[in-house]
């Protein structure tokens, strides 16, 4: 659209609105640039003066601790990142694996972890979701609200919707609903709200409060939430949800979620593959020490995104999709194990991940193992309650590099308005 419409003043991409709006003469300028330069005009309001097509710059957060330190923010970050639709798991194999799987991709590459990683995978009958198309009159439930209060968690968030445009929803596990609304939508459901961070004139944003104990069947507060949700906006959205019980780790049945009368249940599908004799870094030190430079942090995203892209690593240069090489120092593997299961992935089980991590190095079973999670793109919600930067780029995952003695690097992949801390 700003292509076209300074395509209309043959002018270059990189100058300033306020040079584009000026006429020469004394001629009123032609209708279709009197439209041209208003449109300009508001985009201009938008951009601080200033048109620029630059494509956004996602942000790469590094840092280093230890999951045994008693000021490590890795639990609180797992616990606030609670929409994930992917986790992966990467770990160096010995030469039993190599022997055991042909190279290439496949289902089994989690078979081969070592038995204490294994054990926090999720199995066929575990991790459950649901997904639920339903009005948002279902969550006044009391059945629903008192999963709030049962000391589990609950967590869900909208599919198939598109949050820089369109009507999403997040339920968090701390029982509050957050709704991401257009204009139109916001002004007729009738509930107080305030406007988007990321498109104030445009967007807006509403939470209530599920948990609440004075949220009852005979408040004003619930007459008033009941007849926005079904007499002012009869809105249907679909929804995924995940139900932890109380100590659990994985997505469980919730008779609550499966009394809807849409509601479908899911297991997480899993796909994975096993590299046989490539080169893999040496982590130990820049584990220990988090003695990375800019550039070797950047080369090592970028070896682990080849990674969990299931591009070839093994440096060759007879591969057409990808030449990468890996990052120095380096040693020959017998084996690389990656293994990736989608679907709605609860935070409880990211955090096993981890610790399991942590023991299968601690054991001597592999030299390191990262844990990658990937959050929902068009979630209104990233970390804690803080908005997504949808209107960037989008991005919300991180990936944990696990390695001796507990210690820890942690990649963290920002939109330019995200903020994980």
């Known amino acids: 659209m700003v292509r076209s419409i300074l395509n209309i003043f043959d002018l270059d991409l ?11 003469g004394p001629q009123p300028p032609h209708p279709s640039k009197r439209r041209a330069q208003c449109r300009l005009r508001r985009m201009a309001g938008a951009y601080g003066g200033r048109i620029s097509l630059d494509p956004p710059v996602a942000r790469l957060v590094v840092d280093s601790s230890s999951l045994s ?21 990467t770990l160096p194999g010995g030469g039993a694996a190599a022997a055991s799987a042909g190279a290439g991709a496949g289902a089994g ?14 199995g066929e009958a575990s991790d459950v979701y649901y997904t639920v ?7 006044l439930r009391p059945e629903i609200r008192g999963l709030f209060k049962a000391g589990g968690a609950l967590c869900g968030v ?13 339920v968090l596990p701390s029982g509050i609903l957050h709704l991401a609304l257009d204009r139109s939508t916001y002004h007729l459901l ?26 009852t069947a005979k408040s004003k507060r619930y007459e008033r939430l009941r007849w926005c949700f079904t007499d002012r906006l009869g809105l249907r959205l679909r929804f995924q949800f995940v139900w932890v019980p109380p100590g659990g780790t994985g997505g469980a049945a919730c008779p609550p979620l499966a009394a809807i009368g849409t509601a479908t249940e899911h297991r997480l599908g899993s796909t994975g593959r096993v590299y046989r004799a490539v080169p893999v870094p040496t982590l130990d030190a820049a584990v220990s020490t988090a003695a990375l430079l800019d550039d070797e942090a950047f080369e090592l995203s970028e070896w682990l995104g080849a990674v ?13 999709h990808s030449t990468f090489a890996c990052p120095e120092p380096s040693s020959v593997a017998p084996s690389l194990l990656t293994h990736r299961w989608r679907g709605m992935v609860s935070s409880a089980r990211v955090a096993a991940l981890l610790a399991a991590a942590e023991a299968a190095v601690a054991a001597g079973a592999a030299p390191w193992v990262t844990i990658t999670v990937w959050g929902f793109q068009d979630t209104p919600v990233s970390w804690g309650t803080r908005e997504h930067g949808h209107m960037e780029g989008g991005e919300n995952h991180s990936t944990y590099v696990v390695g001796p003695a507990g210690r820890y690097l942690r990649f963290t992949f920002l939109d330019p308005a995200d903020a994980c801390t």
């Open 14 to 24: 990189d100058v300033s609105v306020a040079a584009l709006l000026r006429t020469t």
């Open 69 to 89: 330190h008693k000021k490590s923010s890795h639990h609180r970050d797992i616990a606030s990142h609670a929409l994930n639709h992917a986790v992966e798991v």
């Open 109 to 122: 590459a989690a078979a081969l972890f070592p038995a204490a990683l294994l054990a926090a995978t999720p």
């Open 133 to 139: 198309e339903m009005t948002l009159v279902e969550l």
């Open 158 to 170: 909208t599919v198939g919707s598109r949050v820089d445009g369109e009507c999403v929803a997040a």
């Open 190 to 215: 009738g509930l107080q709200g305030k406007p988007s961070v990321t498109d104030p004139k445009q967007r807006f944003v509403v939470t209530v409060d599920l948990a609440d104990d004075t949220l």
């Open 308 to 320: 969990s892209g299931h591009l070839d690593v093994d440096g060759s240069a007879e591969g057409y």
